[in-house]
């Protein structure tokens, strides 16, 4: 059975976002069946590695719009995704030395606690301030002052 499926009560409002959750969920709920299946440890370390960098993109494009917004909470969100990303590396890390029942059940747990606390409670309170935005990697991009739209072929006098 899966761990937590995405369903609309996860919703935060914003497409980009809510779309990292559903990948996000996703992977965990295969991390977590692999984990019971016995997949090897190269598999399983893998898909972790693989969460890191989903993570990392995701957080990234979060404190970007709260940021933008001037969420009132970013500084205490944003202390909330280092300390998740913290975490999760040092698990990692002592998954990749030593994969004990131990270990990848502190993983899980970990996991667990960031679908069901963190989205759940700390995401879902920038809701009101971030409905109807949208962040991708190019919104630094997009902020830098535009050229000059280019003349059109034939369009002089
Ligand atoms: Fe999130
Ligand atoms: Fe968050």
Known sequence: MPLTLWTDKYEVGVESLDADHIIIFSLINYIDEAIRLDASQKTIHRMLRVLILLAVEHFQREEILMNKNAYPDTKAHTAEHHKIVKKLQSLIEAYEKSPTANVSGEIINVLAAW???????TDMRYR???TGQEASPRD????????EPEQPVGSGP
């Open 115 to 121: 679908m069901n606390g963190h989205v759940m409670e």
């Open 128 to 130: 009101p301030f971030l």
């Open 140 to 147: 630094a991009a997009s902020e830098q002052p535009q050229a």
